[in-house]
Every structure is written in C-alpha cells, then in structure tokens.
C-alpha cells in the first residue's frame, strides 16, 4: 500500500462524490436553479420539490451510486482495506455535501461549498461496505419517511441504521468495527449539514408529508 494510492482513491471519491447531479439535470430539464428552491440544497429531496418525482427519483439513485462507487474505487488503488473503503465513502459524502463545483461567495463575502444533506450517498457508502446492508436500511428509511413524514428525519435515520446494523455485525464477529465508525461520521457529517433542519424541528417549523392522513382519506373518500 502507498500513500498515492491512498491519496488517489481520496480524492477521486471526493470528485465524484462532489458532482452535482440535481443541479445539472434540474437545470437541464426545467431551466431552473435548484439552489434556488426551498432549502436549496441540491439533493433529490429539493429536487423533487422542483424538478417533480421522476427527477427526484433519478438524483436519488446517482446519489447513491456516488456512494456505491466509492467500494470500487477503493478496491481498484488500495483492495482489502476495511479502513481506506471508509474514508473513501465518507469522502464521497464530504464531496456531496461541500462540492468544489459548486464554489459560491455568500453575503458576508465568504467564500463556500454548496451541495445536499449527504443522506443518499451515506446510503450508497454502507452498500460499498456491505452490499446486504442496502436491503435493510432501504426498507426502515422508507418506513421512517412515510410514518414520520419529515425528509430530514429520514436523512438523519439512514447513517443511523447502518450504525445498528454494522454495530450488530461486528459484535457477532463478521464485519470489522471501522464499518461503525462509518456510521458514526457519517451520522456528524449529516447532522451538521441538516443543522437549519433540526431547528426547525425543534420549532415545530419542519416541512411535513402526512402519508398515513393522505391514505386515511383516500380510503375515506373510496367508502
């Protein structure tokens, strides 16, 4: 192992990590600037919000495979090491959420790296490390989303879940602890991102989907 390989799988995650799916196609698609819309975040829950479902679907997938790229990657420069697929995932995510091609000057005059809140390619990062780990964490993300009905929250819960899941997997001895601290960082990484959100939460300010009110009320009006 070197420290260019290293180097290189880094920062390539990182690159790829920071490509800015939702901008590009909301911009192609609509003319629009996603950055422009509610959070403005360019993740593909703000992209649904702009560009509708099938967009967001399509910028939630890329931003998966963003994270899913990075197990590739890692295996390509630096194959076998539980720690490099790591820090590689979570570079992907750092890249998602502070793009270096999306350098703006805000108000202040400081300058910043605009992207999204890192939840799908968190996501895609834990299948990197463990592909089976997608068929859990899909599900109880879906079903936090539709019982909770806040995008934030489901966000939060995805790093979260991956902490059970490699935590229970290394306990029982067939996952390396450097899967947990995965989840870990991920998890700070998406906190910090959704640091507005979590205010507005505890504000009771929150953007909100009743899933379960809007089925109730289909069925109501079927009767």
């Known amino acids: 192992m070197q420290w260019s390989d290293i180097i290189i799988v880094l920062t390539l995650a990182y690159l790829v990590g920071a490509i800015p799916f939702g901008l590009i196609l909301v911009k192609v698609a609509t003319g629009k600037d996603v950055r422009n819309v509610a959070s403005g975040r360019t993740g593909g829950t703000n992209v649904l919000r702009s ?3 099938w967009l967001g ?13 990075t197990g590739w990657l890692s295996e390509m420069f630096v194959p076998g090491n539980d720690w ?17 091609y999306i350098i703006e000057r805000g108000t202040s005059g400081r300058v910043r790296l605009r992207g999204g809140a890192g939840g799908a390619t968190s996501f895609g990062g834990a299948i990197a490390l463990w592909a089976m780990s997608g068929y859990i964490i899909f599900p109880l993300a879906l079903l936090t989303y539709i019982i909770v009905g806040y995008a934030s929250v489901t966000t939060m819960a995805i790093p979260l879940i991956a902490i059970v899941v490699f935590g229970y997997r290394a306990v029982i001895g067939v ?14 990484i998406v906190l910090w991102a959704l640091r507005p959100n979590i205010k507005r939460l505890l504000e009771g300010n929150e953007r909100r989907v009743d899933f379960l009110g809007y089925i109730k009320k289909r069925r109501n009006k079927k009767e």
Do not use: C, Q
């Open 84 to 100: 490099i697929r790591v820090l590689a995932a979570l570079a992907a995510i750092l890249g998602h959420n502070y793009s270096i």
């Open 57 to 69: 679907l399509f910028t939630m997938f890329l931003d998966i495979m963003k994270g899913v790229s």
């Open 175 to 188: 996952s390396p602890w450097a899967y947990v601290f995965y989840g870990v960082a991920a998890e700070l």
């Open 51 to 53: 560009g509708g479902l």
